[in-house]
């Protein structure tokens, strides 16, 4: 089963800037933590919808 995550655009700049910092530094904590957010926000979008 895929999960599909859905950044939303006022994220845009924080995706971009975590994902800067993840491959400058090899420090991905910022990205993690966007991409757990964005994944709740996701599954609640997703099961609105069901």
Do not use: C, P, Q
């Amino acid at each position: 089963m895929a999960i599909h995550i859905i950044f939303r655009i006022e994220n845009r700049l924080v995706y971009y800037d975590a994902l800067d910092k993840a491959h400058t530094t090899d420090d991905y904590g910022d990205f993690v933590e966007l991409v757990a957010k964005e994944v709740e926000a996701s599954l609640d979008l997703f099961m609105s919808a069901v």
